[in-house]
C-alpha cells in the first residue's frame, strides 16, 4: 500500500486548506486501520489532527476539532483533509498516514507535501 498526497501548496490567510491523500495498492475500507492525517511546523515536532477509520468513523485533535474534517471517496480510493480558517501558524508539511487510533503506531507514511499560509 502507498500513500499521495495532492493539494495547493500557498493558501491565503482564512481561507480553506484542502488535501487529499490517494491510496494505491488497497483500500482503506476493508481493513481495520486509522487513516490519520499529521503535520509538522517549521523547527517543530509532529502533531496528530485526526483520523477517520475504515468505516468512515472520525476524529479530531481537540486543538483543531473546530476547524478540521475528514471524508472519504471510496469510489477514487481517497480520503481528505480540510482545515477552515487558516493562519501563519498552520504552515507546516503536512502527511497522510495509516497506523493505530490517534497514530500510536503508523506502519505507512506518504511523502508529505508542504502547505504555506502567506498572503
Known amino acids: 500500500v502507498q500513500l499521495q498526497e495532492s493539494g495547493p501548496g500557498l493558501v491565503k490567510p482564512s481561507q480553506t486548506l484542502s488535501l487529499a491523500c490517494t491510496v494505491s495498492?488497497?483500500?482503506?475500507?476493508?481493513?481495520?486501520?486509522?487513516w490519520s492525517w499529521i503535520r509538522q511546523p517549521p523547527g517543530k515536532g509532529l502533531e496528530w489532527i485526526g483520523y477517520?477509520?475504515?468505516?468512515?468513523?472520525?476524529r479530531y485533535s481537540p486543538s483543531l476539532e473546530s476547524r478540521t474534517s475528514i471524508s472519504r471517496d471510496t469510489s477514487k480510493n481517497q480520503f481528505t483533509l480540510e482545515l477552515t480558517s487558516v493562519t501563519p501558524e498552520d504552515t507546516a508539511v503536512h502527511y497522510c498516514?495509516?497506523?493505530?487510533?490517534?497514530?500510536?503506531?503508523?506502519?505507512?507514511w506518504g511523502q508529505g507535501t508542504q502547505v504555506t499560509v502567506s498572503s
Open positions: 498516514t495509516r497506523g493505530g487510533q490517534y497514530a500510536d503506531y503508523i506502519d505507512i
Open positions: 477517520i477509520d475504515y468505516t468512515g468513523n472520525t
Open positions: 495498492g488497497g483500500s482503506f475500507t476493508t481493513n481495520i486501520y486509522f
